[in-house]
C-alpha cells in the first residue's frame, strides 16, 4: 500500500474526511474509490459514498477477498446511516465471515457492531443481545469500543435498566474522548440526552405527570397494578398480561385503570371502545361480552366489578394502579418517534422498523404532510421522510416491536 492511502486511510480513523481527500480526490484505483467512499459518508453526501464503495467493490480482483469484503461493510455502514433497512443483511454477514476466516478481526468486529445496530433500530433486541454476546472477546480500538458500548446502552434503555444504560455511556463517552472524534461524541451526547427526556407519563388517580427513564423503571418494579399504554400490556409485579393485540381490551382496561378508584360510565366506555357517541341497547350487549373477555383475561390480576352507573376496577393484591402512557398521544405517534431522531427514512425503511405494509405507512405519512408535522424530499424510490425533533415528545425507548397499528 503507497504512502497517500496509508496517510488517507489515517486521516478518515481519526475522523478528517477532508485531509483524507486532499490525498486521494484525484485517483480512480481501487483503494482510493474505497477511502474516498468513507471520506464522502463522512461528510454527509451518503449516495455518492454508496456508489464510490460499490465501485471500489468491483475494482478490487477475485484475489482480494479481504479489501471487497471491507467495501461491503463500508457500504453497509452507510446504508444504515441513510436508514435503507432494505439493504441486504445476509451481504453484511458474509462479510464479517470472511473478515474472520482472514483474521481481519476489527473489521469483523465493525461488521458485528452494524449487525447488531440494525436488529437494534428495527426493535429485535434479543437478537442483537444474543449476536453481541457471541462475539469472541477482543481489544477493540476506541471507536469501536465507544459503539459497542453506545449499542449496550441503547439495549440497556429499551430493557428499562437505568444503571447499565448509564455505565455503558459513560463508557461510551470515555472511548469516544480517547478516539478524539467530535462527530462519535455528539453521538454520545445525544444518546445521554434521553436519559433526562421525558419517557412517558404516569396517569393515576386523575393526576398525570412526566417520567424519566429511571421513574419508568422504579414504577415497573413496584407492587402497583400498571397498564402500560407504551407496549401495550398490563402487569403488576412478575405477572404481565399482553393485549397488544386485543385493542378493545385494551382501551377498556386503560379507562378503568384511570378512572380507578372509581367507576366508569357505561357510555364513556362505549365512547372510547367502540368509537360510538350514541349508545343503543346493542352497544351495551356488545360491551357486556367484551368486558366479560377482559375479565377472563386480568382475572389473575383484578377483578371487574359492575357498578350501578358502570364498570370498576379492583386490583387483587396491588394497592395502586397507574397507566403509564407514551410522551405525547396522537394518530400516529409512533411513526413520529421514528421520524423524530432525526435522520431521513424511506416509506419502506419505516415499514420495516413499524412491522406494518408499506402502503399503510405512506397513508400515514401523506397525513402527517398534510398536518404539516412531516416532511419529504426526493422522488420515486430516493425519496425520504423526516421530521425535526421536537422537545418532549415520543421516544422509541418503550414501543415494541413490532409495533401494534395506531
Not at 415497573?220 to 403488576?236: E, G, K, N, Q, T
Not at 400516529?332 to 419502506?348: I, K, M, N, T, V
Request: charged share 25%; hydrophobic share 50%; glycine share 6%.
Amino acid at each position: 500500500m503507497d504512502s497517500l492511502i496509508t496517510a488517507a486511510a489515517r486521516a478518515l480513523a481519526a475522523g478528517d474526511p477532508l485531509g483524507a481527500l486532499n490525498r486521494v480526490a484525484l485517483r480512480e484505483d481501487a483503494a482510493a474509490l474505497a477511502l474516498r467512499g468513507i471520506a464522502m459518508a463522512q461528510l454527509g453526501d451518503l449516495p455518492r459514498a454508496k456508489a464510490l464503495l460499490r465501485g471500489a467493490a468491483r475494482a478490487f480482483g477475485p484475489r482480494e477477498a479481504v479489501a471487497r469484503a471491507r467495501c461491503v461493510v463500508a457500504e453497509a455502514e452507510v446504508a444504515l446511516a441513510s436508514r435503507d433497512l432494505n439493504w441486504p443483511p445476509a451481504a453484511l454477514a458474509a462479510a464479517r465471515r470472511t473478515l474472520e476466516a482472514h483474521d481481519d478481526h476489527h473489521n469483523a468486529g465493525h461488521a458485528r457492531l452494524l449487525e447488531v445496530r440494525r436488529l437494534l433500530l428495527i426493535g429485535r433486541l434479543d437478537d442483537a443481545e444474543r449476536l453481541l454476546t457471541e462475539a469472541a472477546p477482543m481489544t477493540l480500538p476506541p471507536p469501536l469500543h465507544a459503539a459497542q458500548a453506545l449499542i449496550v446502552a441503547g439495549i440497556a434503555m429499551r430493557r428499562v435498566r437505568t444503571q447499565a444504560a448509564r455505565e455503558a455511556l459513560a463508557m461510551a463517552a470515555s472511548a469516544a474522548q480517547r478516539a478524539g472524534i467530535a462527530a462519535l461524541s455528539a453521538e454520545v451526547e445525544s444518546a445521554a440526552q434521553l436519559l433526562a427526556a421525558p419517557a412517558a407519563r404516569l396517569i393515576a388517580r386523575g393526576v398525570e405527570r412526566p417520567l424519566l427513564l429511571d421513574e419508568v423503571e422504579a414504577l415497573l418494579a413496584s407492587p402497583a397494578l400498571i397498564v402500560d399504554a407504551c407496549r401495550y400490556v398490563v402487569r403488576a409485579k412478575a405477572t404481565s398480561i399482553e393485549l397488544a393485540r386485543r385493542p378493545v381490551l385494551f382501551v377498556l382496561a386503560r379507562a378503568l385503570a384511570q378512572a380507578w378508584p372509581g367507576d366508569t360510565p357505561r357510555d364513556a366506555l362505549i365512547e372510547r371502545a367502540f368509537r360510538i357517541s350514541h349508545a343503543d341497547d346493542t352497544h351495551r350487549a356488545r360491551l357486556r361480552v367484551e368486558i366479560g373477555r377482559l375479565r377472563a383475561l386480568i382475572e389473575p390480576l383484578a377483578r371487574i366489578d359492575a357498578t350501578q352507573r358502570g364498570f370498576a376496577l379492583t386490583p387483587r393484591a396491588a394497592q395502586e394502579v397507574a397507566v403509564l402512557a407514551r410522551p405525547v398521544e396522537e394518530k400516529h405517534a409512533a411513526l413520529l418517534a421514528f421520524l423524530a431522531d432525526g435522520e431521513s427514512w424511506s416509506s419502506s425503511a419505516l415499514a420495516i422498523a413499524l412491522g406494518a405494509s408499506q402502503r399503510t405507512v405512506q397513508r400515514a405519512l401523506d397525513a402527517l404532510a398534510a398536518a404539516g408535522k412531516a416532511q419529504s424530499f426526493g422522488h420515486g424510490r430516493a425519496r425520504r421522510w423526516t421530521t425535526p425533533p421536537v422537545p418532549g415528545f415520543a421516544t422509541t425507548l418503550l414501543l415494541p416491536a413490532p409495533l401494534p397499528g395506531d
